[in-house]
């Protein structure tokens, strides 16, 4: 079994910064990737931002140059900071991790930004 604990959502005006971590632990032999999805009310789940074992990283064209994801390997986590924030990046925010054989999810944690 994996958990995955989030941390790091909240309040912020626009223009503001956040910085999500996501720490995984539990039965994990290797992980092929980490990443961060949000879903807004309304709409479909989407990829934020993922980062591989290796360090290649992946952006929605929606974040780019804005959020910047990194990984520690050692202590199987992954960070998301978030700079510029605007309205349309409130949401939740969930934790994934990728082992090769499963993906896990985690509980999620609001992120909102106020005009």
């Known amino acids: ?3 995955l604990v989030e941390s790091g959502g909240g309040l912020v005006q626009a223009g503001g910064s ?3 971590s996501c720490a995984a632990s539990g039965s ?3 992980i092929n990737a980490m990443g961060w999805y949000r879903q807004a009310p309304g709409k479909q789940r989407e990829l ?3 980062i591989t074992s290796g360090g290649r990283t992946n952006y929605a ?3 780019k140059g804005r959020f910047t994801i990194s990984l520690n390997n050692a202590k199987n986590t992954v ?3 978030m700079n510029s924030l605007k309205p349309e990046d ?3 925010y969930f ?3 990728d082992t090769y054989q499963f993906n896990y999810w985690g509980q999620g944690t609001q992120v909102t930004v106020s005009s």
């Open 1 to 3: 079994q994996v958990q």
């Open 18 to 20: 956040l910085r999500l």
């Open 28 to 30: 994990i032999f290797s």
């Open 48 to 50: 934020v931002a993922a």
């Open 61 to 63: 064209d929606s974040v």
């Open 79 to 81: 960070y998301l900071q």
């Open 90 to 92: 409130t949401a939740v």
């Open 95 to 97: 934790c994934n991790v």
